[in-house]
């Protein structure tokens, strides 16, 4: 590999692109993304979020405290894209029509609303404001995760593959590819690999003795 040095850039690449909803004082609600967003800690669970301070978001969220991460999908690309591009000192981000609409609902735990077509909403409370340069770094603490329903399997267990996410790279949004690995499949022991292979086959057993003994019943009525 030959390599050339750049002067310091901005190319941490994937980021995440999220819609980040807050209120004013009067319930007011806006609307802005982010990419430049970031899990920090897991006990208390915590996260930060870059602002430019001339964002219209910026000075809501520093004097109320509080803001969603709400994660987008392929449905919510284009609005992701449109609420990143236009301010909400102009206009109304939660009176949009079509494709680009989308709907403010009440959060568990906070005033700022939470986007009701989001897959998964987090609701977050600012603990610190660093001031970087271009950007203010807001450092928050998570303090409800709002889950869609239909991406819980029987067991209640969250399956987020389902939920369709974005990334964004390098100016350009993207669906999730396909799934290349698991937490920890580089140290997985061969010996494991084959119990959960077999235990896979034998739930396959199962299911499809189960769907025997269903044809037999039905045929007996
Ligand atoms: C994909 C994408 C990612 C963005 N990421 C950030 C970000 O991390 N921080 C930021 O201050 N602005 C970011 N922006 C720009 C703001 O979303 C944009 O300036 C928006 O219009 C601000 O809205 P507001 O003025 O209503 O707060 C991003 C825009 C896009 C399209």
Redesign the pocket.
Known sequence: MTRQYWRPSNLLNPVP?VMISCADENGKA????????GTICSDPVMVS????KN????DIIARTGEFVINLTNERLAKV??Y???????KID?FNLKGDLHITAEPSKVIKAPCIAESPLCLECKVKQILELGS?DMFIAEVVSTDVDESLLDEAGRLDLAKADLIA?NHGE?FTLGKRIGKFGYSVKKASTIKREKAEKKSEHHISSQQRRDIKKKSRYK
């Open positions: 692109a806006n609307v802005m993304t982010a990419a430049w967003t979020v870059s602002i430019r964002r219209y978001s910026h992701t894209d609420v990143g591009v236009m301010t909400g000192a981000k950007h964004y949004y």
